[in-house]
Nanobody, 124 residues
């Protein structure tokens, strides 16, 4: 089994910064794509930023130039640096990872995992 644990959320004023961190642990052979999603009250969960194992990144238009996603493959972590935060960034942020696992019989499979979510609140 694989666990994703997030940290770094909180309350910040508009224009401020926060850094989210997500650490993966457990039966990990390799981690493919990692990403951050967010879900505001009454809305669906949407992709914010994603990063491949090779470091290619993708951002939703509303955060381009303000958010930066990065990862440390040796530590199985993904970070989201959020600058120039706006009230509309308020949401629960979820870490996501596609993890390859190796079983005792040598079978490999890829599964999708989610963190528990961390609240980000931006006041105006």
């Amino acid at each position: 089994q694989v666990q994703l644990v997030e940290s770094g959320g909180g309350l910040v004023q508009a224009g401020g910064s926060l850094r989210l961190s997500c650490a993966a642990s457990g039966n990990i052979f390799n981690i493919n794509d990692m990403a951050w999603y967010r879900q505001a009250p009454g809305k669906q969960r949407d992709l914010v930023a994603a990063i491949t194992s090779g470091g290619r990144t993708n951002y939703v238009n509303s955060v381009k130039g303000r958010f930066t996603i990065s990862r440390d493959n040796a530590k199985n972590t993904v970070l989201l640096q959020m600058n120039s935060l706006k009230p509309e960034d308020t949401a629960v942020y979820f870490c996501n990872a596609k993890v390859e696992t190796s079983t005792r019989t040598g079978y490999h499979y890829v599964a999708n995992y989610w963190g528990q979510g961390t609240q980000v609140t931006v006041s105006s």
